[in-house]
């Protein structure tokens, strides 16, 4: 993995691929490894960088995460203004200084892009907004997501998985990809506590974006698992109806992680939407 100063931590990025820059965002509570099985064929078109993002696997929380309580607090626009460092830097290594990129978003990766096109509109070509939504928490879950941060705080995130996996994960993923399974626990239960406490309390205050929607002025791609409990088929739908360039795409046997479920049907279904976007 290759290492870049982002304000004040070092980010932990894999990379591969010539083409456009495609960012990664991963969602709650992974790190990169949720894109593995899909870069090599999406490095074919693009060229993919995939962070563990703020206080997610390798990389370090910093010290910008802390809200006024001094609890660990990472807000989707800290994660977005940390992407959007990333992205410039990358685009003048590669010597395309100021070239907007491309940000593939999974969940909490959706909320940040969202944020992205609403504080820096003019560094994006596009997008693929995954398994997320785009409005807030409700008082209830906000207040559900802050318990779970204490007891995090507390406890560790070793109960995590076990709680969270029945529900990620389509029938069939949980029948016959043992190996997908054993991953997620993986991926969850060797996560930072402070690092996973501070994203969901960021979570917690996302804002509403459902307005932005349709002022979204590039093409993205709304994607989805067939039987996604978290983001069901409907409600993804109307996002890709309200985004006046939206798109859609459907990942059969699939919950709520595609890219590890049905990792060919997800970059099938990314390649065909960007052959048919303009450049
Ligand atoms: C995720 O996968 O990032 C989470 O499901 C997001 C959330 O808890 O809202």
Avoid at 129 to 146: T, V
Wanted: charged share 20%; proline share 6%.
């Amino acid at each position: 993995m290759k290492k870049y100063l982002v304000d004040d931590v070092a980010y932990y990025v894999n990379a591969k691929g010539d083409g456009p820059i495609l960012l990664f965002a991963h969602g709650f509570p992974f790190d990169g490894r949720l894109f593995e099985p899909v870069i090599d064929k999406l490095a074919t078109r693009f060229h993919c960088v995939v962070p563990d993002l703020r206080g997610f696997g390798k990389t370090a929380l910093g010290s910008n995460g802390h809200n006024s309580l001094g609890a660990p607090r990472v807000k989707m626009g800290r994660f977005a203004d940390d992407l959007a460092i990333l992205g410039s830097e990358i685009a003048c290594e590669r010597g395309n200084k100021g070239a907007r990129f491309y940000v593939c978003g999974l969940s909490m990766g959706g909320y940040i892009l969202l944020e992205l096109l609403r504080r820096r509109p003019h560094m994006i070509a596009g997008g693929i907004f995954c398994d997320s939504n785009a409005a807030a928490d409700s008082e209830e879950k906000a207040a559900g997501r802050n318990y779970l941060a204490d007891t995090i705080d507390s406890f560790g995130v070793h109960t995590l998985a076990d709680n969270m996996i029945p529900s990620l994960v389509s029938p069939k993923t949980a029948k016959d990809k043992t190996e997908v399974v054993a991953l997620l626990s993986d991926m969850i239960t060797s996560q930072s506590p402070e690092g996973v406490a501070a994203g969901a309390r960021g979570m917690a205050v996302r804002r509403n974006l459902v307005d932005l929607l349709p002022q979204i002025e590039v093409p993205i791609l709304v994607i989805g698992g067939d039987s996604d409990k978290l983001s069901p088929v409907e409600s993804l739908d109307a996002i890709a109806a309200a985004i006046p360039q939206g798109s859609r795409a459907t990942i059969p046997d699939s919950g709520h992680v595609p890219p590890l479920e049905n990792p060919d049907a997800f970059a099938d279904a990314i390649l065909d939407w960007f052959a048919k976007i303009p450049q």
